[in-house]
């Protein structure tokens, strides 16, 4: 089954706005030619693959869920290291894109020293 072009706009202007990302830096971020980029921007087409929307979202670091006709992009929330900064469902829901790739940054800077942290609880 193809993907509703229109919405999957809205949801590729969306991650251009959320990431400060041009059409260029997409295609070579996802892996596909500049021309799907503008087509699909460009509504020249009224239906896109699912293909592309996996590339875009393996690309860009998110998910995607598919609802009928529809594609919906999302970040990830990462689970064990966040948990230690006690972020629960709902909070990463409504925390801007900016906030979750720093709170990701500040939770991989927690898992590369775990061992200095148990050190420093032993002693």
């Keep these: 089954m193809k993907l509703n072009s229109e919405h999957f706009k809205k949801e590729i202007e969306k991650i251009l706005n959320e990431d400060g990302l041009s059409p260029e830096e997409l295609s070579n971020t996802a892996k596909i030619s500049r021309g799907t980029v503008y087509r699909i921007l460009n509504l020249e087409s009224k239906t896109t693959q699912r293909a592309i929307g ?7 670091g998110r998910v995607f869920k598919i609802e ?6 999302s970040i990830p929330k990462p689970e064990m290291p ?26 991989r800077m927690f898992q590369k020293m775990p061992h200095q942290l148990n050190t420093k609880e032993k002693e």
Aim: aromatic share 8%; proline share 3%; net charge negative.
């Design 68 to 73: 009928g006709d529809k594609i919906y992009f």
């Design 54 to 60: 996996r590339k875009i979202a393996e690309g860009t």
């Design 82 to 107: 966040l948990k230690m900064l006690s972020v629960e469902d709902e909070q990463w829901e409504k925390l801007s894109p900016d906030t979750k790739r720093q709170l990701i940054e500040i939770a």
